[in-house]
């Protein structure tokens, strides 16, 4: 297994630019979500989905959308790229226990996104 | 909503010395999970434990050892006989058990010199 995967690793976006940062996930999870994480912040959750067609926003939504068309891929969207989402983006996914969330998280490499 | 405080930012320590870093809680929830994260330089976020809120016993595995306290909502991580390779930044964090928002505590980089 894979895992999760991330791409791109590195990217650097103009302010006003819009791009998608790809996640996916071989095993199965029902919940997928993104976070991002500043210095001296820890992570933050950006959005999350509890299963495909299903997602809520987390701490930190504005600037940013999300779907889930399949169990295995929850793109996250930069609408239009500002300095202040200059961060290192992580995916993560989990499964569930007893039809609850295991709380669990499972972590891709990571996106580190620079906005000029 | 839930918070997790680690108010420890940084820790300096020298190469075999036991080191704890401290995590504190706040939930409205009774059925919560608490966990911990290792972050090494090379960026990966490596899962390191999960409590549930009705397990309060302490857990050892290896050079590694967790103490859970309800009752002063802690859950703290003592690393015994630190070495090098513990250098790292480690997150706490708490999901309360009915959805899968998770918050993570600021982190604890943790320094181990030779």
């Known amino acids: 297994n894979a895992g999760v995967t991330q791409t791109p690793k590195f990217q650097v976006l103009k302010t006003g630019q819009s791009m998608t940062l790809q996640c996916a996930q071989d095993?199965?999870?029902?919940?997928m979500s993104w976070y991002r994480q500043d210095p001296g912040m820890g992570l933050r959750l950006i959005h999350y989905?509890?299963?495909?067609?299903?997602?809520d926003q987390g701490e930190v939504p504005n600037g940013y959308n999300v779907s889930r068309s399949t169990t295995e891929d929850f793109p996250l969207r930069l609408l239009s790229a500002a300095p202040s989402q200059t961060s290192v983006y992580f995916c993560?996914?989990?499964?569930?226990?007893?039809?609850?969330?295991?709380?669990?998280?499972?972590f891709g490499p990571g996106t580190r996104l620079t906005v000029t | 909503a839930q918070k997790v405080t680690q108010a420890q930012t940084e820790i300096s320590v020298v190469e075999k010395e036991d080191v704890t870093l401290d995590c504190v809680y706040e939930?409205?929830?009774?059925?919560?999970?608490l966990f911990w994260y290792k972050q090494p330089p090379s960026g990966e976020l490596v899962f390191l434990i999960r409590?549930?809120?009705?397990?309060?016993q302490n857990e050892i595995s290896g050079r590694y050892s967790w103490n859970f306290q309800k009752s002063t909502s802690s859950f703290n991580f003592t690393i015994t006989a630190s070495q090098v390779v513990d250098s790292a930044v480690y997150f706490c964090?708490?999901?309360?058990?009915?959805?899968?928002?998770?918050?993570f505590g600021a982190g604890t980089r943790l320094t181990v010199k030779p």
């Open positions: 993560a996914s989990s499964y569930s226990e007893a039809g609850q969330p295991s709380g669990e998280q499972y």
């Open positions: 095993m199965n999870h029902e919940y």
């Open positions: 989905s509890v299963g495909a067609g299903i997602t």
């Open positions: 939930t409205r929830d009774t059925t919560y999970y």
């Open positions: 409590r549930n809120s009705f397990d309060e």
């Open positions: 964090a708490l999901s309360e058990a009915w959805n899968n928002d998770m918050r």
